[in-house]
């Protein structure tokens, strides 16, 4: 929304009697940070709505000038992107829309946003346990898909996407320490539990060493397999919110390092290329550390 209105002062300021360069820039940065935000955070409809317009916008700068009937399209359009935000449907017609596709933008429903289903990964060589958790965690909302080969399981996770992953230790394909060391290694922010009844000390060292989120000791109480599973799922999304919110701040000031320099503003580049540095620093301890 800051930069929405950012982009529609400057649009005014154009209307006002303004110079085209002297606003441009300012409209172009917000546009291209508005739809890079939108598609870090999954919004595709105000991602294409605003690609639309900064398209429609970098074709009038070769003419050095914004006529008011562009001023007052962009001015709608910075309308119908609050809208969207708000998760309303807007039919709004760009400029720049082909001929042949449907001059509409969107919202894919007006329904209130719910938390989206939390997918787990179940992995037991025991049908019956397996038939049992997955019980458990649908019965509370989860989305679970269930093996009885690890290596399956592992196989799976890229299509699947799971947010958290259950599984035995002492299973005759792969172990559970095996499973948790390959996983680690590939989805390093994927939670992995241990449910089993034969878990020693020095195979618990070695888990913890390895990043296991939680251990369950069979015999379990269903309120801790729920009340687990739906804490090493709110993490996972925690830390894939962390490391999207990191993520949009380097797009957003990657393309600003010539624009600070021209501009004078060294200092102010070299304190946002540090404070970005120390961000990332610090998203790899954790990761580290987790």
């Known amino acids: 929304n800051e930069l929405l209105d950012q982009s529609e002062k400057s649009l005014l300021a154009l209307d006002a009697g303004s110079t085209f360069f002297a606003e441009y820039d300012a409209i172009f940065r917000a546009f291209h940070s508005i739809k890079g935000a939108a598609g870090m955070m999954e919004m595709t409809v105000l991602q294409e709505h605003m690609h639309k317009l900064e398209n429609l916008l970098v ?18 359009g910075i309308d119908a992107g609050r809208r969207l935000l708000e998760g309303d449907v807007v039919d709004f017609k760009h400029l720049n829309e082909k001929p042949t596709m449907k001059a509409v ?52 996770v890229a299509t699947f996407k799971p947010e958290v992953v259950l599984t035995d230790i002492q299973m005759p394909e792969m172990n559970g320490l095996d499973v948790l060391k390959t996983l680690k290694e590939k989805h390093p922010d994927l939670p992995v539990v241990f449910v089993s009844g034969h878990a020693d000390k020095d195979v ?46 380097i797009y957003q000031f990657a393309d600003l390092d010539d624009f600070l320099v021209s501009q004078g503003k060294t200092d102010v580049k070299n304190a946002i290329d540090s404070e970005i540095k120390k961000l990332i ?5 954790l990761k580290k550390i987790a």
Not at 67 to 74: A, G, I, L, P, Q
């Open 59 to 76: 074709e009038q700068k070769p003419k050095q000038v914004l006529e008011k009937s562009y001023v007052d399209h962009f001015l709608k």
């Open 105 to 156: 933008v969107a919202a894919p429903s007006v329904t209130p946003k719910t938390e989206p289903k939390a997918r787990a990964i179940v992995i037991d060589d025991d049908a019956a346990l397996i038939e049992l958790l997955q019980e458990i965690l649908q019965a509370r909302g989860f989305e679970v898909a269930s093996y009885t080969s690890p290596l399956q399981a592992i196989n799976d």
């Open 204 to 249: 618990l060292l070695e888990a913890i060493n390895n990043g296991v989120y939680a251990v369950l000791e069979k015999p379990f109480h269903k309120k801790d397999v729920v009340e687990i599973a739906r804490n090493a799922v709110e993490r996972f999304r925690l830390v894939h919110l962390v490391n999207s919110s990191i993520n949009l701040l």
């Open 281 to 285: 620093e610090q998203r790899r301890r």
